[in-house]
């Protein structure tokens, strides 16, 4: 049972363009989601993260949407550049659950994202 | 800081044979994690603590054990490797729930 899906393994994109990586998830406690980047032989590294009591979030390029009545996030990130070329992994988290979460994430499977010069 | 550190970077081991995988973090998080990364999938975690001498097991925690002596360090223990064992390890720590986890490196393993 998998509770956070990315259903497309990749995606390509020329630079400048908008990159748009999409996440569904299932568990309805999830409230907490955050967005991850991993390049190659290195670990992931903190995007960007949203709670579930907003419905957008940005950080400069990066801008994360959340619609929680069809449990679906997006990252979108303008313009995309050729370092944006990684893999991006979306996780979620039950902080609401307090003491029995602690902090878990369930994390998707992944998007590849190649973004062309 | 250097943050989360894993050692080491790659091991290749044979069926049985056992190790320990490192993990240190210098931020004086309490609550840290591992994770498993197999070919085109998310990660999953295995175990995780809440703070020295508290651990509890994740979604894939057979094969596996962990302990927590210290704030700092958070080890894995795989007593009998099996080829399923092969995957690539992320330990993590973060201060507190609903915030961002801090990722080491990983080290890949292969079992064979």
């Known amino acids: 049972d998998q509770q956070v899906k990315q259903n497309s393994p990749s995606l390509s994109v020329q630079e400048g363009r908008i990159s748009i990586l999409n996440c569904d998830y299932t568990n309805s406690m999830f409230d907490y989601f955050l967005w991850y980047k991993k390049y190659p032989a290195e670990g992931p590294t903190f995007l960007i993260s949203?709670?579930?009591?907003?419905d957008k979030n940005e950080d400069g390029r990066f801008t994360v949407f959340l619609n929680k009545s069809a449990k679906h996030l997006s990252l979108h990130i303008v313009p995309s550049q050729p370092g944006d070329s990684a893999v991006y992994f979306c996780?979620?988290?039950?902080?609401?659950?307090?003491?029995?979460?602690?902090?878990?994430?369930?994390f998707g499977q992944g998007t590849i994202l190649t973004v062309h010069p | 800081n250097a943050g989360v550190t894993q050692t080491p970077k790659f091991r290749i081991l044979k069926i049985g044979q056992s190790m320990t995988l490192q993990c240190t973090q210098d931020?004086?998080?309490?609550?840290m994690y591992w994770y498993r990364q197999d070919p085109g999938m998310g990660l999953k975690l295995i175990y995780y603590?809440?703070?020295?001498?508290?651990?509890d097991k994740g979604e894939v925690p057979n094969g596996y054990n962990v302990s927590r002596s210290t704030t700092e360090d958070f080890p894995l223990r795989l007593e009998l490797a099996a080829p399923s064992q092969t995957s690539v390890y992320f330990c993590a720590s973060t201060p507190s729930w609903g915030m961002e986890q801090y990722f080491g490196p990983g080290t890949r393993l292969t079992v064979t």
């Open positions: 996780a979620a988290s039950a902080t609401r659950a307090g003491g029995t979460s602690y902090g878990k994430l369930t």
């Open positions: 603590s809440v703070g020295a001498g508290i651990t």
């Open positions: 949203i709670s579930s009591i907003k």
């Open positions: 931020m004086n998080h309490n609550y």
